[in-house]
């Protein structure tokens, strides 16, 4: 490859992609100022989740809520998932089969719907357990926090899902490639969210 | 049956009409105010059925569709961003004038219930930042700013119509308050625990919280959109210190919605969290914390002060600038400025309550970065100052605003470094001087600029000028309105007078309330001098036309496009070589209009309906949260979610024109253009002025 | 009126100091103190002080533009033939002054908000010139009138402060209810009120008088009738005040508290019970206003009963003394059998 200037943070398609390359340009730097203004919802979050902490109000706390074994395959599975999806974009710019770029598209898609039960999994036994969000300003925090990241991530798999279509209806046009570029960068933010959120919420609040 | 009436219409019944309480409670004061509530809903369904009614008699409806509701094109959609910015306007002054009134005869009653008050108050507030300057200013922006960095539209047009259709989502739900009542009492900061559902149980704070979200995510969308293309679609050569000082505001004022809007975003959701599913955010009890609310809100409240006044600068700045047929004193330096201002203003909000308890080192650093906004915001003032200095200036509308503005803007800038102050805010704060101050800034500071810009700006959108003697009127009506309506108010916060009172006891304030309410009515005489101002304008349209498109002797590209200009701005994309480039262009002889040598097909946003959908769909979904009609919110988000899909589906988003119709528009508008008579700025406001400027060359100014 | 000629003299000194505008703004000076202009404690003549130290520096960046703007605009209206220099943009000298005065200003007016928002902070403690200790009370905001316990003399009252003069008030806030605003503005600052929440106020009077406090941030239909008067008396009027109260007042029992509770102000709240105006013609200077203030006094009330309401906590009722307590009971049924 010979060096090209980059049109957009994170990764090019080259010129190789002729329209599509161009056209990614306002769509991807755009969609990255998109997330730049997601963070800061799930900053202040974050935020919010720091300072009511405290506001266990007599209920159950983090100690006796979250388990650490099973937010660790979450991060496993999602993690995975953020490497299959980098997959898929390679198979993207070097046009490779595009049964490939679609096998690991589709092994993202599993990866993080499973995800998604096991988060909903740990919820209901969360529930069980009187860790409602009604009983106290902590839990609160946490189900405002963590579920946000779940529909993100319920989003980004709708995303997944009808990209998969057009590329069955439509092909790998430009349109088709710049939305995988943009759910791209969608699936590994929220990635890196989820790593905040293990780090925090789940270690910090074991230890 | 009654059942069903309840799945379908969840909580609302007949108390929700605004004439519900003299029904039951049929005292006099319940029926005045009965009187007035229904009255204004009248309005609404009147106008509503007045605009039905008008489209279909001249068969319009299509029209309707896809001149303007589909149309991806910036200058519609700005267009109708502040048609929906004067409509609220109106509403929210009105509003205006009833409190004056009620506070002039206030004096241990008045002739509103509190709760009636509490209504106006809390709307008149939500329009006029939410649904008057948001708009005004999104419009503004969207129709100048691609027009002056040299660009054909915005980097994602649908998304732009988007925006829009959420922004007239909100307002519409604002407007619908009026016939199924009630809003929020809770002001347009809606504390909690004052708006959570123990103390406010009703649909009130419903509506507030929905319409200011569908506002939110509108701001959001449109902040990008703006940053995007200012970022990336600049004409060739328009390096940054080359960019029209109004697009430096846009930029700013387009960040500041990207990290500004999402605190309200957050703060809303969490408030509409707390009481929709019980959660304990802002309660008193199980761990709630309402001080989260009031930084999370003026973590937003206070960028949004400047994401209101900035584009107001900027267009301050075009407008000194060319009405004093003068460079603009200190590019640089309002350039720096206005950077400034917006990083500064993240660091400044907890000024908002210095009274809440916090330690008084806190406090006096927060004051102190207060008062470091005021430093880059005194130098604007003193370079649009010696912008003024050794030009020509000349009174036209734009200015008499811009003038109004520079000197009222001083004053309230004092004003606002003695609330910056926290041992001296702590006595009034909450008070009139601080409605006085703020009022004070965004009235001549805000609204001046929307208004004088629409002034300047209206010939290039329209193709002729706006009157301009009744222009003059409704301006220093504005002023002189503003003065005496928001002057007293200082007096009477200094007096101790709380905000938001809907009765007094305090003989001493009364002459100062009677001053305001005449105030208040000057201002509504100033609205009703807009409206003739419009009407004889549109009467005597044909005499007052501009086809060249350069009435004012402008200074950046938009001014060098035919007016109106064509749907795709420029025939062939400018180049620049400098700052002023339209300016320069005419200096340096080769003439305002040159003729291009080639040209070349041209591709255009295909019209979308989108925009549409989402402002029906974000209506509904409000509308159905707000009075617990869920089968609705469902089947509007359904609908939507599938909208969102399917759009991805879509591939004729671009429609092209042939380089043969763009030459023959292009050469058509250049042959009228070649037998007009270029005037200089003495014949300004005669109709000999039809859009050429006399070249600077040839002294247009002497 | 009834406070001495002092403090109109010392408002009509004003008047001179801080001529034009301000001056406009006390023609009331000689009725009721409403306002810092008319400062009757140090805390708000400090602030009367500072408003126009504040206005006066500001003036030096704010008034040339109020002066220059005009003459701009006239000197080089389109036709007059001053100078015109289209292509003029920029000169160092300008750009020296309009950054380096704001700034300096700023410098100046930054060191003056450092010193007094630290010597007039809310919670810190006034020291006295006679060295009294402080008069404590706590301050409860209900929906829509406040309440005033006297932890120290064991009485409490809805809707009037009665304090001494020249003796430092140390005040401890909180709201039974929404956020609110307690704020006297003649004596000085004002503090939020929060449920759940205590918030502290230190003030002092130097005159004795009425003043007119209020709340400050809306909350509902009641908001601008919350309202109490502050009467600061002379120290045996004090003793006298708590005395009679202590001896005359009502009992705060769970009925009582339960109708502060409710949603009312003072007025309708004492309309129901028929007792405005309790003991106020016992003190000697006390002035029974026809005023709808709504004023109540308590001579028995539980222990504690601030930091119960602050942590949401039911009250001791049984630390009331016993023999009280039947008779207020006694007087608020014989209330309930009114309409």
Redesign the interface.
């Known amino acids: 490859m010979t060096a090209t200037p980059s049109r957009h943070p994170g990764l090019n398609l080259g010129h190789a992609h002729g329209d599509a390359h161009e056209a990614s340009?306002?769509f991807v730097?755009?969609f990255w100022?998109?997330m730049?203004?997601?963070l800061?919802?799930f900053g202040?979050?974050f935020a919010?989740y720091v300072?009511?902490l405290?506001?266990?109000?007599g209920?159950p706390g983090p100690g006796e809520l979250f388990e650490l074994k099973s937010a660790f395959i979450e991060t496993m599975l999602l993690l995975v998932s953020s490497f299959t999806f980098g997959m898929a974009s390679l198979a993207l710019k070097y046009r490779t089969d595009r049964k490939v770029l679609v096998a690991w598209l589709l092994v993202t898609l599993l990866l993080g719907l499973g995800f998604l039960a096991h988060e909903l999994y740990d919820f209901h036994k969360m529930f069980t357990e009187g860790g409602v969000?009604?009983?106290?300003?902590?839990?609160?925090?946490f189900?405002?926090l963590v579920p946000l990241h779940g529909l993100h991530v319920t989003g980004a798999c709708?995303w997944l899902i009808?990209?998969l279509?057009?590329i069955a209806?439509?092909g790998l046009?430009t349109?088709t490639k710049t939305?995988l570029m943009r759910l791209a960068i969608l699936w590994h933010f929220l990635d890196v969210v989820w790593i905040g959120i293990f780090s925090l919420v789940y270690l910090g609040g074991i230890v | 049956m009654n059942h069903w009436a309840e799945w379908l219409l969840g909580r609302l019944d007949w108390s929700a009409l605004p004439f519900w309480d003299a029904i039951v409670d049929p005292t006099t004061k319940n029926i005045v105010n009965a009187i007035i509530a229904s009255g204004a809903g009248a309005m609404v369904i009147l106008g509503g059925l007045i605009a039905i009614g008008v489209l279909t008699w001249t068969r319009r409806w299509r029209w309707l569709w896809s001149e303007w509701l589909t149309s991806p094109d910036h200058k519609k959609i700005g267009i109708m961003f502040i048609v929906i910015a004067l409509v609220m306007l109106a509403r929210a002054v009105i509003e205006a004038v009833f409190m004056r009134l009620q506070q002039a005869v206030g004096l241990g009653g008045g002739f509103l219930?509190?709760?009636h008050f509490?209504q106006l108050f809390t709307t008149h507030g939500t329009i006029m930042v939410f649904f008057m300057a948001m708009p005004f200013l999104t419009g503004i922006i969207n129709y100048v700013m691609p027009l002056q960095i040299g660009t054909r539209d915005l980097?994602?047009p649908v998304m732009n119509s988007v925006s829009l259709g959420l922004t007239a989502a909100g307002a519409a739900l604002v407007m619908v308050s009026l016939i199924l009542a009630p809003f929020s009492?809770?002001?347009w900061s809606g504390?909690?625990?004052?708006t959570e559902s123990a103390?406010n149980p009703g649909a009130g704070v419903d509506y507030w919280i929905w319409a200011v979200t569908l506002s939110t995510l509108s701001s959001?969308l449109t902040?990008?959109?703006f940053?995007?293309t200012i970022?990336?679609?600049r004409a060739p050569g328009m390096s940054w210190f080359r960019l029209p000082l109004f697009t430096w505001t846009a930029l700013c004022t387009a960040i500041l919605m990207?990290?500004g809007?999402?605190?309200l975003?957050?703060a809303t959701?969490?408030l509409a969290?707390?009481r929709y599913?019980?959660?304990?955010?802002f309660?008193?009890?199980?761990?709630?914390?309402?001080?989260?609310y009031v930084n999370?809100f003026w973590?937003f409240g206070h960028p949004e002060v400047y994401i209101l006044i900035l584009p107001a600068f900027g267009i301050f700045s075009e407008i000194f600038s060319t009405f004093?047929?003068?460079?603009?004193?200190?590019?640089?330096?309002l350039v720096i400025a206005t950077m400034a201002i917006a990083v500064l203003s993240f660091t400044v909000w907890l000024h908002h309550?210095f009274?809440?308890?916090q330690?008084?080192?806190i406090?006096?650093i927060f004051?102190?970065a207060t008062?470091?906004i005021?430093?880059p915001t005194?130098?604007k003032?003193?370079?649009w100052?010696?912008t003024?200095?050794?030009?020509?200036?000349?009174?036209a509308v734009p200015m008499i605003y811009a003038?109004g503005f520079?000197?009222l803007f001083?004053?309230g800038?004092?004003t606002g470094?003695?609330l910056?102050?926290?041992?001296?805010d702590?006595?009034i704060?909450?008070?009139l001087f601080l409605v006085a101050h703020f009022h004070n800034m965004l009235i001549p500071g805000l609204l001046f600029g929307m208004l004088g810009g629409t002034n300047f700006w209206f010939p290039k959108a329209f193709g002729f000028r706006l009157e301009e003697r009744w222009g003059r009127r409704a301006a220093l009506c504005w002023i002189v309105g503003f003065m005496l309506a928001f002057f007293p108010l200082y007096?009477l916060g200094?007096?101790?007078m709380?905000?938001?009172?809907?009765?007094?006891?305090?003989p001493?304030y009364l002459p100062w309330t009677l001053a305001a309410a005449v105030g208040a009515l000057i201002i509504l005489l100033a609205m009703l001098l807009l409206l003739i101002q419009l009407w004889v304008s549109i009467r005597d349209r044909d005499t007052n036309r501009v086809p060249a498109g350069d009435p004012w002797d402008g200074r950046s590209l938009e001014w060098s496009v035919s007016a109106p200009p064509p749907e795709y701005n420029f025939p062939v994309i400018p180049e620049v070589h400098s700052r002023d480039a339209y300016m320069r262009q005419k200096e340096n002889g080769r003439g305002a209009h040159p003729r291009p040598d080639e040209y070349t097909d041209i591709v255009m946003p295909a019209n979308s309906a989108m925009g549409p959908i989402m402002a029906a769909t974000g209506f509904l979904i409000a509308f159905g949260l707000t009075w617990y009609e869920w089968w609705l919110v469902a089947a509007a988000g359904i609908v939507s979610?599938i909208a969102l899909?399917a759009r991805?589906?879509v591939?004729q988003?671009t429609r092209t024109i042939p380089a043969q119709t763009v030459r023959r528009e292009h050469e058509a508008w250049l042959e009228r253009v070649s037998r007009i008579r270029p005037v200089s700025?003495?014949e300004e406001q005669t109709p000999a002025n039809q859009g050429l400027a006399m070249s600077?060359l040839e002294g247009a100014?002497? | 009126m009834s406070h001495p000629p002092v403090t109109a003299q010392t408002a009509c000194r004003y008047r001179a100091f801080l001529a034009g505008l301000?001056s406009?703004?006390l023609t009331?000076c000689s009725?009721t103190p409403?306002?810092?202009?008319d400062p009757q404690g140090p805390v708000?003549t400090?602030?009367r002080h500072?408003?126009g130290l504040?206005?006066a520096l500001?003036?030096i960046?704010?008034l040339p533009?109020?002066i220059?703007?005009?003459w701009?605009?006239i000197r080089?209206?389109?036709g007059a033939q001053?100078?015109?220099?289209?292509?003029?943009?920029?000169?160092k000298l300008?750009?020296i002054a309009?950054?380096g005065i704001?700034?300096l200003v700023?410098v100046v007016?930054?060191t003056?908000?450092?010193r007094?928002?630290?010597?007039?902070?809310?919670?810190?403690p006034i020291q006295g010139d006679q060295k009294t200790e402080p008069l404590r009370v706590q301050v409860v905001g209900f929906d829509w009138k406040w309440l005033f316990i006297y932890p120290d003399q064991g009485i409490a009252t809805v809707n009037e402060l009665v304090v001494p003069a020249h003796r430092p008030l140390a005040l401890e806030l909180t709201s039974a209810?929404?956020?609110q605003?307690f704020?006297i503005?003649a004596l000085?600052?004002?503090?939020?009120v929060?449920?759940?929440?205590v918030?502290?106020l230190h003030l002092e009077a130097d005159h004795t008088g009425e003043f007119?406090g209020?709340?400050?941030?809306?909350?509902?239909?009641?908001?601008?009738?919350q309202?109490f008067v502050t009467r600061v008396v002379d120290e045996q009027t004090f003793h006298n005040f708590v005395a009679h109260t202590g001896e005359g007042g009502m009992t705060l029992d769970a009925r009582m508290f339960d109708r502060l509770m409710a949603q009312n102000t003072g007025k309708t709240l004492a309309q129901s019970l028929a007792r405005a105006d309790v003991g106020s013609n016992n003190d000697g200077d006390g002035k029974g206003r026809g005023?709808?203030a709504g004023r109540l006094r308590f001579g028995h009330l539980p222990d504690d009963l601030f930091n119960d309401i602050v942590g949401?906590v039911s009250p001791d009722w049984a630390s009331i003394p016993v023999a009280s307590t039947g008779k207020a009971n006694d007087a608020s049924s014989s209330q309930e059998a009114r309409p």
């Open positions: 340009e306002e730097f755009g100022v998109f730049m203004s997601d800061i919802l202040l979050l919010t300072t009511m405290g506001g266990t109000a209920g969000p009604s009983r106290s300003g902590f839990l609160s925090a189900f405002a709708i009808a990209l279509g057009q209806v439509h046009d349109p939305g | 219930t509190a709760e509490g980097s994602f009492t809770g002001g504390y909690p625990s004052f103390a959001t902040g990008i959109n940053a995007v970022y990336k679609k990207i990290f809007m999402p605190p975003t957050v959701a969490l969290l707390d599913l019980d959660f304990h955010f309660t008193a009890d199980l761990g709630g914390n309402m001080m989260n999370l973590a004093s047929g003068k460079k603009l004193y200190g590019y640089g330096a309550f009274t809440m308890g330690s008084a080192h406090n006096a004051g102190i008062m470091l005021g430093i005194g130098v003032v003193y370079d100052m010696l003024m200095f050794r030009g020509r200036i000349r009174f003038v520079i000197i001083a004053i800038g004092l470094i003695i910056a102050v926290p041992s001296v702590y006595q704060h909450n008070s007096a200094v007096l101790g709380p905000r938001r009172s809907a009765a007094f006891f305090e001493a979610l899909v991805g589906y591939r988003r700025r003495r600077p100014i002497q | 301000l406009i703004l009331g009725q409403i306002s810092f202009l708000a400090a602030q500072q408003f504040i206005i500001t003036s960046v704010v533009v109020l220059l703007t005009p701009i605009v080089y209206r389109y001053s100078a015109y220099r289209p292509r003029w943009g920029f000169s300008a750009d309009i950054w704001p700034f700023v007016l930054a003056v908000a450092w007094s928002t630290l010597a007039l902070d809310p919670y810190r209810s929404v956020m605003g704020f503005p000085g600052s004002q503090i939020d929060m449920n759940r929440m918030t502290q007119p209020k709340n400050m941030q809306y909350n509902g239909k009641g908001f601008s009738h309202r005023d709808d949401h």
